[in-house]
């Protein structure tokens, strides 16, 4: 579930391993590139952390950050 704090969207992810998480970047490195938003992410091992917000408007939560967050949680 995301969770909305400090003007992002918030997620953490755990996987089984290293290369789970991985492949689950991979994925959202394609979308975001294709809707030209950009995550700011961490992944350490089998964990990975996402904060969405939209730079343009201001560092906010907009309806871009949304959407990318459904098509994050299509990859889980």
Do not use: C, Q
Not at 16 to 21: G, P, Q, Y
Not at 34 to 39: G, I, L, N, W
Not at 53 to 76: C, M, N, P, Q
Request: glycine share 2%; aromatic share 14%.
């Amino acid at each position: 579930m995301w969770e909305e704090k400090n003007n992002t969207l918030y997620k953490k992810i755990e996987f089984k391993n290293f290369s789970e998480a991985f492949a689950f970047m991979t994925r959202v490195a394609l979308a975001a590139e294709k809707m030209d938003h950009h995550p700011l992410w961490t992944n350490v091992y089998n964990r990975v952390e996402i904060w969405l917000s939209t730079h343009d408007a201001g560092d906010i939560v907009t309806e871009k950050d949304r959407k990318l967050a459904k098509e994050i949680d299509g990859f889980l």
